[in-house]
């Protein structure tokens, strides 16, 4: 009897993970400006997937595996510098074969973010319609 409540209250935890996750995903790419968009800090070789919300000043980058509210990154619109941008190569193994990477100059350091080619042009105007800093 105890194993079958402890199995029980391990699938319910499980359950409950699962729809939070799922509720996470969906208020995040509910609002506008949310995209699908792959971050890594220049130099590391790991790419990690999460839902970037662009609008205002900043650009707000949640990691899709957590069940955290707040961004992970935060990159203001004044500071970003786009250096390139390039296709998805055989090194970025970890991203889909029909994603453009942006290489960025950061206030907290050089960044590559990776999206979808229809995301890329809203993004750029994003970046380049950002008022002059003085």
């Given at each position: 009897?105890?194993?079958?409540?402890?199995?029980?209250?391990?699938?319910?935890?499980?359950?409950?993970?699962?729809?939070?996750?799922?509720?996470?995903?969906?208020?995040?790419?509910?609002?506008?400006?949310?995209?699908?968009?792959?971050?890594?800090?220049?130099?590391?070789?790991?790419?990690?997937?999460?839902?970037?919300?662009?609008?205002?000043?900043?650009?707000?980058?949640?990691?899709?595996?957590?069940?955290?509210?707040?961004?992970?990154?935060?990159?203001?619109?004044?500071?970003?510098?786009?250096?390139?941008?390039?296709?998805?190569?055989?090194?970025?193994?970890?991203?889909?074969?029909?994603?453009?990477?942006?290489?960025?100059?950061?206030?907290?350091?050089?960044?590559?973010?990776?999206?979808?080619?229809?995301?890329?042009?809203?993004?750029?105007?994003?970046?380049?319609?950002?008022?002059?800093v003085r």
């Amino acid at each position: 009897m105890t194993t079958e409540l402890l199995l029980l209250v391990a699938v319910g935890v499980l359950v409950g993970l699962v729809v939070a996750f799922l509720l996470r995903r969906r208020f995040l790419l509910s609002g506008l400006g949310a995209v699908t968009m792959w971050l890594r800090p220049s130099g590391s070789p790991r790419w990690s997937v999460g839902v970037a919300w662009y609008g205002g000043d900043s650009l707000l980058w949640y990691r899709a595996l957590s069940l955290s509210v707040r961004p992970q990154q935060r990159l203001c619109r004044a500071e970003v510098q786009v250096q390139g941008r390039r296709r998805a190569g055989a090194s970025d193994v970890a991203l889909p074969d029909d994603v453009v990477v942006v290489s960025c100059a950061t206030a907290a350091g050089p960044r590559e973010l990776a999206m979808d080619s229809s995301t890329v042009t809203g993004f750029l105007s994003w970046v380049e319609s950002a008022p002059p800093v003085r």
